[in-house]
Nanobody, 126 residues
Framework: QVQLVESGGGLVQTGGSLRLSCVAS????????AGWFRQAPGKEREFVAAISWYSNTYYADSVKGRFTISRDNARDMVYLQMNSLKPEDTADYYCAVKDTPYTSSWYSLSGEYDYWGQGTQVTVSS
């Protein structure tokens, strides 16, 4: 069983930056695809960014050029660097891992992921 824990959320002003971290325990996930999703109050969960096990990346149009997903397989960690934050980025951010090793792709649908963290809150003030 893989457990994921996110951290790094907080309150930041428009234009600021945050780096979210996701650490896995219970089993290594260095060979598994991972992703970040977010859910704003009253809205459905939406895709943010994804990374394949060998670090191919894919981004939602709304964050492309501002957010960067990366991973440190030696530490079983995935990161989301968020720059030029906007009020519309305010949401709970969730890390997710797909329980299929060595897949060549990234995944942008929440149903494709098997493990989820509890989320970390990001608030961007205007």
């Amino acid at each position: 069983q893989v457990q994921l824990v996110e951290s790094g959320g907080g309150l930041v002003q428009t234009g600021g930056s945050l780096r979210l971290s996701c650490v896995a325990s219970g089993r290594t996930f260095s060979t598994y695809a991972a992703g970040w999703f977010r859910q704003a109050p009253g809205k459905e969960r939406e895709f943010v960014a994804a990374i394949s096990w060998y670090s191919n990346t894919y981004y939602a149009d709304s964050v492309k050029g501002r957010f960067t997903i990366s991973r440190d397989n030696a530490r079983d960690m995935v990161y989301l660097q968020m720059n030029s934050l906007k009020p519309e980025d305010t949401a709970d951010y969730y890390c997710a891992v797909k329980d299929t090793p060595y897949t060549s792709s990234w995944y942008s649908l929440s149903g494709e992921y098997d493990y989820w963290g509890q989320g970390t809150q990001v608030t961007v003030s205007s």
